[in-house]
């Protein structure tokens, strides 16, 4: 076959070329364009570079067009660094459904009950030479240590919190955790977030504990009404008791005041009919008069009009012209 193909070379040479020496540099010229093309690499927007020389680190390129020498002298490895990576733990997604593991996803809580979760953790490489030399699989090391450290975290939680309102604290303690671990292991990897997918009892007992969820609610709805009515009774008997103290210190002021008024005037008048009797008491009478006739329908004469009272005008029908 290899004699054929140099047959074949041959006859496509022209004969200046000189026959064996033409197909020896052309020959030449082909491995010459293939190391060539060997040296030259792109490396994406969203990739590193990392360059081995004879299997050995050698150093880390960025974004571009990069060089190095030919293989297999130099090799290169093209990780994804700006790309994030998802790994389902509990159940796995397949076309048109979701598929349960509960090898995986069924924890101890912190009360030693048992919950089924299913979460999601996103992580992206952030030292792309750790991350190919440090750890030989890394999407099976992140999963095990997600799962280990979604364990720990629910192995300190009791059931209810974690059904319900310690979801957010699970998801960062699990993430604080996890990454704790993979530091450790110097992959360098970043675990960039972890969300709970879903949290509920195990099958077998869901029903039963929906039943006590419903329980929950109905016992925190009687108690939300029976504060709501407290708040609304209290502040208004407050108010009404509040209203009462008021008036009944108004009521007391004005008393005291008009005692006190009434004491003060008495002892003035008495100064004053100390001071002089006769006068305090005509002032009493003419008081009194004005007091009593103030109200009543009278008619004053003069007693020299008509002669001393005698004559017609007395008769007139004095009232009556008044009225």
């Known amino acids: 076959m290899i004699r054929k193909g140099q047959d074949r070379v041959k006859r496509m040479v022209p004969k ?3 026959g064996g020496r033409g197909v020896a540099i052309i020959v030449v010229l082909v491995v010459l364009i ?18 081995q020389r004879f299997g050995e680190y050698v150093r880390t390129e960025g974004p571009g067009l990069r060089f190095k020498l030919p293989d297999p002298i130099e090799t290169v490895s093209l990780p994804a660094v700006q790309r994030v990576n998802r790994i389902d733990i509990g159940f796995t997604q397949q076309p048109g459904r979701i598929v349960d593991n509960p090898d995986e996803s069924i924890m101890l809580t912190g009360d030693e009950n048992l919950i089924d979760i299913d979460f999601t953790v996103l992580w992206r490489i952030s030292n792309a030479r750790d991350y190919l030399f440090n750890i030989r699989d ?20 009791d059931i209810q ?15 604080t955790n996890l990454q ?14 972890v969300q709970l997918q879903r949290v509920d009892p195990p099958a077998p007992v869901v029903d039963a504990f929906n039943d006590v969820q419903r329980a929950r609610q109905d016992q925190q709805r009687l108690r939300n009404q029976a504060e709501a009515y407290r708040n609304d009774i209290i502040p208004r008997a407050r108010g009404e008791a509040e209203r009462l103290i ?5 009521y007391r002021e004005q008393i005291v005041a008009q005692a006190v008024g009434e004491a ?34 009278k008619v004053i004469i003069d007693g020299d ?14 009232n009556e012209l008044r009225r």
């Open 138 to 157: 890394p999407e099976e090391t992140v999963e095990v240590a997600a799962e280990s450290a979604m364990r720990e975290i629910i192995g300190r939680t």
């Open 161 to 175: 919190p974690a059904l319900t309102e310690a979801r957010d604290l699970i998801q960062a303690q699990t993430r």
């Open 246 to 250: 008021q008036e009944a210190s108004a």
């Open 34 to 51: 293939v190391l060539a093309s060997s040296m030259v690499y792109q490396v994406n927007p969203e990739q590193q570079a990392v360059v």
């Open 180 to 193: 704790q671990i993979i530091d450790g292991y110097q992959a360098g990897i970043e675990i960039t977030e």
């Open 16 to 18: 200046r070329f000189g």
């Open 305 to 318: 009009v008509g002669g001393g009272g005698g004559g017609v005008v007395p008769y007139l029908p004095l």
């Open 264 to 297: 003060d005037r008495f002892l003035n008048v008495l100064r004053s009919f100390e001071l002089s009797p006769e006068v305090t008491t005509q002032r009493f009478y003419i008081e009194t008069l004005e007091e009593v006739l103030r109200e009543t329908n």
